[in-house]
DNA sequence: GATTGACCTCAACTTTAGTTGAGGTTCTAG
DNA sequence: CTAGAACCTCAACTAAAGTTGAGGTCAATC
């Protein structure tokens, strides 16, 4: 058995501490229903320990690029009443490996046209696809298409 | 010989139009140094066809991630008489390149490290390099925090 | 020569992701 | 028991990148 304080529960500058995340971002996400604390007598936070991987997976969703929004929802889809499994955070990253991928691609054709135009330095409105996505890159959701057909 | 008309100045809403963004934004890359617009007798902007290639250039930029206060910078270097010339815009245009290719690789080491977390579905803060970037990534400095395209 | 659409300024508002500060309470070590 | 660190709430502020609206002017057409 392990000694008692590695189950209790992270105050709030503990668990500030070890995500690397402001008290005050994490108040603004409760505010925002994406994490959740218990109380002491005292009205102070208590955190299950749990909250550092959700915390974690708020972070990484970040530097993917997703709004908190859209990491709430995620987030929603976590069981309710248990401690999700490593299963469940293994779903939830699997969508950010579609994020992730869909980005990348995007960035990848947007420097294939740069790179068609950087010898010519045209950036015309009416001929420069780099001008003329004619897709939308940022819909979110919608991946890189084929929004670079060279001209 | 081309017809006066390809010559005259465009007002905001062609320039509007012809650029895709709307005139509020175009009033707002001015009040912010991005652009300039001559004036006529009765006070309305009359802007110089290669801010045409100026707005190409920030709604470009801003595609690749850049932040207006960077892509300012990038603006101000460029020529102050005269018209800037495709040599000039080549040079702005490799910048681009740089931030592209950063970014990029930035993203596909995200994803590298993705991979070996599905598997696990870990987020552990101790061991999963995910919530531990240690590289340049996650420090402020370079990155623009938001990656996402304006819609 | 009037109408109508395009344009002008200025101020206030929007969204996202938080931070800062004031004023007050709780927890813990000595 | 008490000092001080850590915590609480609430409101206001920040920054980026604009948008919206009010109230007024300009310019091109009938």
Chains 1, 2 share one sequence.
């Not at 530097?63 to 709430?72: C, E, F, Y």
């Not at 293994?90 to 420097?111: F, G, T, Y």
Request: charged letters at 30%.
């Amino acid at each position: 058995m392990q000694p008692a304080t590695t189950h209790r529960p992270l105050t709030i500058g503990e668990l500030s501490e070890r995500s690397g995340v402001a008290p005050s971002a994490l108040h603004f996400y409760e505010r925002n229903g994406l994490i959740e604390a218990e109380r002491t007598a005292g009205n102070q936070r208590r955190y299950r320990r749990d909250t550092l991987r959700r915390v974690a997976f708020i972070k990484t969703s970040q530097r993917v690029g997703l709004p908190l929004k859209d990491i709430r929802e995620a987030l929603d889809s976590l069981p309710d009443g248990r401690t999700p499994t490593k299963r469940d955070w293994a779903r939830l990253s699997l969508r950010w490996r579609k994020e992730l991928d869909d980005r990348i691609a995007a960035l990848q054709h947007l420097r294939n046209d740069l790179d068609g135009c950087i010898g010519c330095g045209c950036l015309s409105l009416k001929s420069c696809t780099l001008q003329n996505p004619s897709d939308e890159l940022g819909a979110s959701g919608a991946g890189a298409q084929r929004w670079n057909q060279p001209t």
